[in-house]
């Protein structure tokens, strides 16, 4: 059984960093693209970032481009956001999501497992 656990949510105040971080079980890790999406209240959930398995600088949200980093460690099966120079536009929910393919994508439907997600509250 394959699981996505976020973790590391939390309120800052603008301007302020966090990092989250999910860690997966029951998949060949190694083998999959991890990406990060995130949903505001009332809103369509959209995606942030992204890095193949087989490597690469990542893909960002243009909005989020300068400001977060995504990264992996295959040998710990974890993904990481770092997140710098928040502000209040990036509350959301942030989840991790797992897709087969090599190459990274922005579209939710080419993910096929997610998490239940981590809440993040920007203050300003």
């Known amino acids: 059984q394959v699981q996505l656990v976020e973790s590391g949510g939390g309120l800052v105040q603008a301007g302020g960093s966090l990092r989250l971080s999910c860690a997966a079980s029951g998949l060949t890790f190694s083998r999959y693209t991890m990406g990060w999406f995130r949903q505001a209240p009332g809103k369509e959930r959209e995606f942030v970032a992204a890095f193949s398995w087989s490597g690469g600088s990542g893909s960002y949200l243009d909005s989020v481009k300068g400001r977060f980093t995504i990264s992996r460690d295959n040998a710990k099966n974890t993904v990481y956001l770092q997140m710098n120079s928040l502000k209040p536009e990036d509350t959301a929910v942030y989840y991790c999501?797992?897709?087969?393919?090599?190459?990274?994508?922005?579209?939710?439907?080419?993910?096929?497992?997610w998490g239940q997600g981590t809440q993040v509250t920007v203050s300003s």
């Open positions: 999501a797992a897709r087969s393919g090599a190459t990274t994508s922005p579209y939710r439907a080419q993910y096929d497992y």
